[in-house]
Every structure is written in structure tokens, then in C-alpha cells.
T-cell receptor
Framework: KAGVTQTPRYLIKTRGQQVTLSCSPISGHRSVSWYQQTPGQGLQFLFEYFSETQRNKGNFPGRFSGRQFSNSRSEMNVSTLELGDSALYLC??????????????FGPGTRLTVL | QQQVKQSPQSLIVQKGGISIINCAYENTAFDYFPWYQQFPGKGPALLIAIRPDVSEKKEGRFTISFNKSAKQFSLHIMDSQPGDSATYFCAASSGRDNQGGKLIFGQGTELSVKP
């Protein structure tokens, strides 16, 4: 099976702009979770989507949003970019049974730089 | 209560030695504890995972020890090799209330194995 893919791999934006990142999960996986990775804060959970619905949300401002499509592909959007949004954005997919936990498989990430 | 504390922050081990990384948690609802390995420029990759119904799990040179009463778990890498040099993250999640897609990560340990 192909792994989790993320596009684009690298992105440079300026403050105030918005950005959309894309994630294609492993075939058959219905859950997609997004994480932000920075040297200072480490890996932080943004949100999880399952069957096109946001199932969990982390402690990030409303500028961070996401969605999931019927084929389980997911996008996350960051509006009004700030310098502090510079990070590696990772998505992970899992089969995620209802009420249980399952292995999350990570993509290579999108490196976002905000100037 | 959602935190996972990981130590040490960095670790230097000689080739052939044992690398030990420790994690502690507070949320007793956590029921899944994976360890991830991350190389520079890559996404985290699952190394090994454990659930609280067992106290130890071994896969090749990697062993997780789990102490439910102390709310601690650790990763042991036996016969450490230079190729093991990477950043290691412990994580935890709870299957309760459909929170399984939300991994809480430790701060990471940068392991360097000297030849």
C-alpha cells in the first residue's frame, strides 16, 4: 500500500496570507489527524477528521481549520498567517475503529515558512 | 492532565550500548502508548506500541516497559547502532469518547549513537 502523502512538501508565505495543505491517507483509512511540529512546542495535535466530520480538536485558534472529503483526503487551511505558524505540518492516517485506538501512520510533512 | 513528560532531552550512547528513554503521564484514561522514531526531514515512523494490559513488549532490539501504577513507560534500545541516531517520541491516546485519533506527544529525545 502507498503511504500517506502530503502536498506540497515546502511552502513559503508572507504574513497575512492564507495557505491550504493537502493530505492523502493510506487507502482504506478513514481517519486523518493533523499535527504541528515546532522546535519549541514539539508535536501538537491540531484536529482529527473521520468520515468527513471533525471528531477531535486541539487547542489552536480558529485560523486553523480543516475538512475531509468523501474519499478520505483531507485539507487544512491556515488563514491570516503569523510568523509563529512556521512549522512542519504533519498528517497521519489510521483505520481508527469507533471507540478505539489504532496505529497512526504519518506522512513526510509540509514545511511551511512564514516571512 | 493531558501532558506526557519525556526524558532525557538528549542522549549519547556508545555503539553496542543500551539506550533508555522514559515517559510519564497523568491521564489514567490513556490506553495506547506508541513510540515513534523520526529522522531529519521525515515524518515520525511507528517503532513499537503497548497497551496497559501488558507490562512489557519486545520487538527485535526494541522493548517497551510499562508500569501502570506509576504511570510510566520506557523504551529500551538494546545493542544501539549508529543507524539508530534519530529523535524518539513517546505518545499516548485514549480510546474513550472517540479520542483515539488524538495523540499526545512527549517533547522528544535526540539520540546519538557513537561508533
Amino acid at each position: 500500500k502507498a503511504g500517506v502523502t502530503q502536498t506540497p512538501r515546502y511552502l513559503i508565505k508572507t504574513r497575512g496570507q492564507q495557505v491550504t495543505l493537502s493530505c492523502s491517507p493510506i487507502s482504506g483509512h478513514r481517519s486523518v489527524s493533523w499535527y504541528q511540529q515546532t522546535p519549541g512546542q514539539g508535536l501538537q495535535f491540531l484536529f482529527e477528521y473521520f468520515s468527513e466530520t471533525q471528531r477531535n480538536k486541539g487547542n489552536f485558534p480558529g485560523r486553523f481549520s480543516g475538512r475531509q472529503f468523501s474519499n478520505s483526503r483531507s485539507e487544512m487551511n491556515v488563514s491570516t498567517l503569523e510568523l509563529g505558524d512556521s512549522a512542519l505540518y504533519l498528517c497521519a492516517s489510521s483505520s481508527a475503529p469507533t471507540g478505539g485506538t489504532d496505529t497512526q501512520y504519518f506522512g513526510p510533512g509540509t514545511r511551511l515558512t512564514v516571512l | 492532565q493531558q501532558q506526557v513528560k519525556q526524558s532525557p532531552q538528549s542522549l549519547i550512547v556508545q555503539k553496542g550500548g543500551i539506550s533508555i528513554i522514559n515517559c510519564a503521564y497523568e491521564n489514567t484514561a490513556f490506553d495506547y502508548f506508541p513510540w515513534y522514531q523520526q529522522f531529519p526531514g521525515k515524518g515520525p515512523a511507528l517503532l513499537i506500541a503497548i497497551r496497559p494490559d501488558v507490562s512489557e513488549k519486545k520487538e527485535g532490539r526494541f522493548t517497551i516497559s510499562f508500569n501502570k501504577s506509576a504511570k510510566q513507560f520506557s523504551l529500551h534500545i538494546m545493542d544501539s547502532q549508529p543507524g539508530d541516531s534519530a529523535t524518539y517520541f513517546c505518545a499516548a491516546s485514549s480510546g474513550r469518547d472517540n479520542q483515539g485519533g488524538k495523540l499526545i506527544f512527549g517533547q522528544g529525545t535526540e539520540l546519538s549513537v557513537k561508533p
